[in-house]
């Protein structure tokens, strides 16, 4: 292995970031987290190019790591790479299931309709429940479920 190739081994896990203008990037992930708003991210570094010049005066092209931060919907996990030591922060507190309040017509109408986080059908979301309340709810048929984004799968209820 040379000393390239042991430095790919050891900067961590590598995924494909999707830029906003499309382009595709390999990055190393340093962290996820899941900010106030209950989105995630992943922390990355890109390795661009960056000039280097030596104590004598010459320059060379070196491989510089710059922080970035990608929505989690915008990377990939590439096959063979392990992400089991990547650091995760807002897993638990977070909120990732948004509870719609409903009009109820008939009074064995649902109140209230789970939806996934990210689900467009959430228009009148009041509340952000955790995943147990959520599997909670659906155990006791105390909430219905999206037919769009299907919480029921997800949540394997």
Partial sequence: ????????????????ATLADGQQLD?????RTRTADGRWWYECEAILPARHEGPDGTTKAIGAPTPISVEADDIAQIPGEDYSLVPTEGAIAGRQWVVEKLHQCGPDDPAR????????QARHSDERITTEDAVDRLARKAI???DVCRPDRALRC
Avoid: N
């Avoid at 292995?1 to 494909?16: H, I, L, N, S, T």
């Avoid at 990055?27 to 962290?31: A, L």
């Avoid at 309709?113 to 467009?120: E, N, V, Y």
């Fill in 113 to 120: 309709r789970l939806h996934r986080r990210d689900c467009w």
């Fill in 27 to 31: 990055v190393v992930v340093v962290s």
């Fill in 1 to 16: 292995m040379d000393a390239k190739e042991e430095w790919r081994a050891k900067a961590g896990p590598w995924a494909r």
């Fill in 144 to 146: 219905a479920w999206c």
